[in-house]
């Protein structure tokens, strides 16, 4: 069974940086498509970045231009630069799908999360 799991959280003030990690074990290949998102207390969870294969990129407009989206093997990274209060939430990393070492296909597996707190 794949797992994820985040690293890199943690307290920083405003206009500070953190590098998020998202571990993944268990999988055969390369990740080549994945996203981060974030959910902050009393909102629903919402996308923040989107990684695809050849490494096409996506974010979300609060964080185009100070996040940054990236992998390498079985890990997946978030630069968060210049960071805002408001980017305060829990961030979770998620695979939409992997194959297993087991040959099979996992789909939606999401990590524990990772708190990030930006202080004004």
């Known amino acids: 069974q794949v797992q994820l799991v985040e690293s890199g959280g943690g307290l920083v003030q405003t206009g500070g940086s953190l590098r998020l990690s998202c571990a993944a074990s268990g999988i055969i290949s390369s990740i080549t498509t994945a996203a981060w998102y974030r959910q902050a207390p009393g909102k629903q969870r919402e996308l923040v970045a989107l990684?695809?294969?050849?490494?096409s990129t996506n974010y979300a407009d609060f964080v185009k231009g100070r996040f940054t989206i990236s992998s390498a093997k079985n890990t997946v990274y978030l630069q968060m630069d210049s960071l805002k209060p408001e980017d305060t939430a829990v961030y979770y990393c998620?695979?939409?799908?992997?194959?297993?070492?087991?040959?099979?296909?996992?789909?939606?597996?999401w990590g524990q999360g990772t708190q990030v707190t930006v202080s004004s």
């Open positions: 990684i695809t294969s050849g490494g």
């Open positions: 998620n695979i939409p799908r992997v194959q297993t070492t087991k040959g099979q296909f996992q789909y939606n597996t």
